[in-house]
């Protein structure tokens, strides 16, 4: 028995020093430039008559994060992508003739968004596992003036078959700036003293762009995923 307590007090004793030593560990301030690449992958909104689907592409993010203790941390961030946006509407009408008319534009864009996000993590040895949220503004500017939209009538009159015709017409574009939500979780691994791997995914919870003034805007929440891998530079 005696043996027995004295095996609990002693794991007891090694449980206790492991804990303190990570929190030591964790308790380590650090500030870090990281320069990262991402895939930007966004969903569907489907509102007010209108389809709207951004594109999936690359992108790139600077950040520069300053963590005091592992409950303290905060960055900034600059990201950008491209992030086209393709519009779509289908207005049917029955009156004596059945008609259908569709029209669509892609609008080729750029994405820019500058965020705060608070930051919590823990360093255990060489890696420090970390999550973050925060807020900012994402701006989408199109990379012209202008768009072209496509329209495709078709139509049935009281006699048999239709007809369908095709029309485009040049639209004017406009940028808009939308708050954007960002949440997302990842890991430091150190390579170097000074230098280091971050691996992360980061989303992003923001209001449809209304790009084209033909369409109007779908107003609904859209998701932006980015996993992303980058490299930073510890000070």
Known sequence: MEAYC??????????????LTLGCAGAVAQ????VSVYGAFSGATDSNGTIQSPSNAAGAMVE??????????YEATYSWNRANQAYNATTQVVCGVCAATTTWTSVPSNAHEVTGDWVVSLRVLN???????????????????????TTNTTSCGTAPGCT?????????????TKGVLVYGAGLDWGVLPHLGLRF?????????????????????FTHTAEPMIGAYFRF
Request: glycine share 10%; hydrophobic share 35%.
């Open 164 to 176: 369908t015709g095709y029309s485009t017409t040049t639209t004017a574009t406009r940028s808009e």
């Open 127 to 149: 890696l420090r596992p970390f999550a973050l949220a925060g807020g900012g503004m994402l701006l989408n500017v199109p990379s012209s003036g202008s768009a072209t939209t």
């Open 200 to 220: 992360q995914y980061r989303g992003n919870l923001y209001k449809a762009p209304d790009l084209s003034r033909v369409y109007t805007s779908t107003d609904k």
């Open 64 to 73: 520069l994060r300053h963590i005091q203790n592992p409950l303290i941390g």
């Open 31 to 34: 500030t870090t430039a990281a």
């Open 6 to 19: 004295s095996m609990q007090k002693l794991m007891g004793r090694f449980l206790l020093m492991t804990v």
